[in-house]
């Protein structure tokens, strides 16, 4: 499984009512710190000779002070944090070395370098607050980011945490099980109470939810149903998964995953769901398909909502009609929601389109290897005029399956390309002919996934891939959702 960038930050929430805090500096900067330090809730002290304009919304909050001098050593005992904001080198120096010295975590406004700790760009909908960062790398796209949040949530999500706030302990009592929870909550917020709260009806909202819960306590009916989602999960890249299975992705209590499913889209996952790994590799099943169906029954039968992830889309060679024929068996309720296939991935991020009105009006999909690993396909379906052949897990038979078309009577110059780790940041792309594709992809080392494409649609990619080299054919990296196919 493919590794994601690591964290250059811990994103975390600091506990900060009533503990101390220290702000150095009078101006902007110093001003918009100690607002969120206010905010909420901590005790904080402002060391400058003057506070500017700025500090006008914090002046007389019952939290906040102010001390009109440099800070000296001894002030920063005992405080949590300390925001250093003065543009004089020598007190950032002197308070950095201090409030250090007294346990505080420090940040130097403009110099990361000098910080414990960043502070993100901030969507407040309190008690729902929403931190965005880039890790310093480019604090205007996290400003980007967070005016589109803006735009998208409204304030009323602010009062629907409070709402499940103030009832939070209700429904412990009348729930011990923490699933019923889940589900329960998941029920409030996509139901009519969910919709009272967001349009500013919290008396109708909480009303309606008092009567859920003493429906529950009295009759004991949120029994968890099992049920199976059967997810395409697209070729690799993350952006790429769709808002659905994003949402399926977010409710599973146990997910079934594969080698196909790289690290950025596992992170999209729940985090608390039990993750079971059933990868397939060529001659080498992990788990066999029989029993990776009886497996989802019986998780289902439990009451889980399983999610089985699959590359690409479930129903293109993913095997999904077995496992839900399975499921359709025991009766276990299931839900599919299609993905990004890999030959449609492929194309696009390698720059070849799979029909073009000069070159193909058709293309067929086919897998290069049958059920017991033989190559069987209908040759003559494949060996049409102005179509294009988009061929599944063909790089283990890739010199027998560029021979076989010249034997059936191909052109031996007929393009061909074959798109390893499609969508992913090491993708690679090996443009050749049927006659040389074999030689040039072994020369790449190329492991797989990969999808082979054969058709002159092929010779477009040089003007429509803007990575794409001049030479006719070469093995190169394309990084994943920055070739401007996305």
């Not at 329960?184 to 008092?210: C, K, M, N, Q, Y």
């Not at 993905?339 to 290069?368: E, K, M, N, W």
């Not at 988009?390 to 283990?396: D, E, N, Q, S």
Request: aromatic share 6%; proline share 5%.
């Amino acid at each position: 499984m493919e590794r994601a960038a690591a964290m250059r930050n811990l994103p975390i929430f600091l506990e900060m009512r009533d503990r101390p805090a220290i702000v150095v500096g009078g101006g902007v900067a110093a001003a918009r710190r100690a607002e969120f330090l206010v905010r909420c809730g901590a005790r904080v002290t402002a060391f400058a000779p003057e506070l500017g304009e700025d500090f006008f919304e914090v002046r007389d909050r019952s939290n906040f002070r102010h001390v009109a001098r440099d800070p000296a050593p001894n002030d920063f005992e005992g405080s949590q944090i300390c925001f250093i904001a003065t543009e004089d080198h020598r007190l950032q120096e002197a308070a950095r070395k201090a409030a250090k010295a007294a346990g505080a975590l420090v940040n130097v406004a403009d110099q990361p370098r000098l910080c414990d700790f960043i502070m993100p760009s901030i969507v407040d909908r309190s008690p729902l607050v929403i931190a965005i960062s880039t890790g310093g790398a480019s604090p205007i796209l996290g400003r980007m980011l967070r005016a589109r949040l803006e735009t998208i949530i409204p304030a009323a999500y602010g009062r629907m945490a409070n709402l499940m706030s103030r009832f939070r302990e209700r429904v412990a009592e009348a729930m011990p099980s923490q699933t019923m929870r889940r589900r329960f909550w998941e029920t409030v917020l996509e139901g009519p109470i969910g919709e009272a709260a967001l349009s500013g009806d919290e008396r109708a909202a909480a009303a309606h939810l008092a009567r859920e819960i003493e429906h529950v306590r009295e009759h004991g009916d949120m029994t968890p149903r099992g049920e199976v989602y059967l997810v395409g999960a697209g070729p690799g890249d993350p952006d790429l998964v769709t808002f659905r299975a994003l949402r399926l992705m977010q409710k599973a209590d146990v997910v079934l995953y594969d080698r196909l499913i790289g690290e950025g889209v596992m992170n999209l996952v729940r985090r608390e769901a039990e993750r079971i790994y059933v990868g397939k590799r060529p001659e080498d099943h992990e788990l066999p398909q029989e029993e990776i169906g009886a497996l989802l029954v019986r998780l289902a039968t439990e009451g889980k909502r399983v999610l089985r992830l699959k590359g690409g889309d479930p129903f293109m060679f993913g095997r999904g009609g077995e496992e839900i024929e399975a499921l359709a068996a025991h009766g276990v309720p299931f839900q599919v929601c299609p993905g990004v296939t890999a030959a449609i991935g492929a194309s696009a991020y390698a720059g070849i389109p799979l029909t073009h009105r000069d070159h193909a009006q058709a293309c067929v999909f086919v897998t290069g290897h049958g059920k017991d690993g033989k190559i069987d396909l209908d040759w003559t379906a494949l060996l049409q005029p102005r179509q294009t052949v988009a061929i599944y897990m063909g790089l283990r038979n890739l010199e027998a399956l560029t021979k076989e078309f010249v034997v059936r009577g191909a052109s031996a110059d007929l393009p061909a390309a074959i798109v390893d780790n499609a969508t992913r940041v090491n993708q690679k792309v090996v443009v050749g002919t049927l006659a040389t594709l074999a030689a040039k992809a072994r020369a790449a080392e190329l492991r797989g996934p990969s999808i082979l494409i054969v058709g002159t649609v092929v010779a477009l990619r040089d003007k429509l891939d803007w990575y794409a080299p001049a030479a006719e054919d070469v093995a190169h990296a394309v990084p994943a959702g920055e070739n401007g196919k996305d």
